[in-house]
């Protein structure tokens, strides 16, 4: 049964001692309890899976934001990172910093972006979920040294926090592994390491982070590395899942950082079979997925409507078909061994 927003609130007064005095907020606060990150610790590979500090594998189920630039930009905040982990059951966020050279993104309002990602990151390690902070681009191989210096920056603030996982690179387009997206890794790696030596990084790979196979077979020589796999069910199928096996008999660590319900432009219908299908795969294979996304625009993948409050606390009508049935999969999600 889905809570009401009036219990915790009334708890939320109650823990004041004050109730007379409580002003009733909008969302409820996180709870104090240790939460996921205090049950698995900092997260690491250990071979073809990704491990918590007792070495079993984390399998996690959360969702992702959308573009810190756009139609996502007003949820950007506590009240829908605690919403998602209190009544949605995320066990991680990612926090996608939207680049690109457009209007209002990290290239042209770097400020405004910054404070976006870093309110999710703050109120994620307050909430005790896993954060990934993702560099959102398909060129980030021709932004190396922004990039380097922002997760220099990420490093600085957050790297003591187990909860942090760095993702470099979203989704490279036509480059070349060899070429362009493996030596810009390797610069942003070493940038991070000589000031965070042990949080898990994720690497993107070519083809919208599908050559996992490519990667895996020239691998980047870090300790903590995992590749990012990225699909969309309407789309994407068995031939996909056929490179993430190779990428894995490769000894690749694999990371469901974004997935979709629907086509790989975000529309189509719910493509419930092939969902089912991805889903069983990632619960054989023990990996994490963080589904998108939070944002209202009017497509499949939007997980909210416009009526939706920027603070969480939202009711059914609020959420999209997609919201609903991706909140449903989450809620229920039993792979957690720690479960
Ligand atoms: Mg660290």
């Known amino acids: 049964m889905r809570p009401t927003k009036l219990l915790p609130v009334l708890a939320a007064c109650a823990a004041l001692f004050h109730l007379s005095a409580c002003a009733a907020p909008a969302v409820p606060p996180a709870p104090s309890a240790p939460g996921i990150v205090s049950a698995h610790g900092r997260l690491r590979t250990a071979g073809n899976r990704i491990v918590g500090e007792a070495g079993k594998p984390v399998s996690l189920a959360g969702v992702s934001f959308g573009w810190s630039q756009w139609e996502a930009a007003r949820f950007y905040n506590a009240g829908t990172v605690n919403w998602l982990k209190q009544d949605w059951h995320a066990q991680i966020v990612r926090a996608p910093l939207g680049i690109h050279a457009e209007p209002g993104s990290y290239l042209q309002a770097p400020a405004a972006n910054l404070a976006r ?48 996982i760095y993702e470099i690179f979203n989704e490279p387009e036509q480059a070349s592994w060899a070429r362009d997206v493996k030596p810009y890794a390797e610069k942003v790696i070493a ?33 903590n590395v995992a590749y990012s796999l990225h699909f969309y069910a309407g789309s994407h199928k068995q031939g996909l899942r056929a490179k993430a096996v190779k990428a894995m008999n490769l000894g690749a660590a694999l990371f469901v950082t974004e997935w979709g319900t629907c086509d790989a432009s975000g529309a189509g219908p719910i493509n419930e079979k092939s969902v089912a299908e991805w889903m069983a795969f990632i619960r054989e294979h023990q990996l994490s997925h963080c589904t998108w996304a939070v944002y209202d625009k009017k497509e499949t993948a939007a997980i909210v409507r416009r009526s939706a409050s920027s603070k969480g606390g939202w009711k059914d009508t609020d959420l999209s078909p997609s919201g609903k049935y991706v909140r449903e999969l989450i809620r229920n999600w039993s792979a957690d061994p720690a479960k």
């Open 117 to 164: 990602v870093t309110r999710v990151i703050d109120a994620a390690i307050a909430a005790d979920l896993y954060v990934i902070i993702d560099w959102h681009d398909h060129n980030a191989h021709l932004h190396q040294e922004l990039a380097v210096a922002f997760f220099q920056d990420m490093a600085r603030r957050y790297g003591k926090h187990p909860h942090v």
């Open 191 to 223: 940038a991070i390491r000589a000031i965070d030596p042990d949080n898990l990084i994720v690497a993107g790979s070519p083809h919208w982070a599908q050559d996992v196979d490519v990667a895996a077979a020239d691998p980047i020589k870090d300790a």
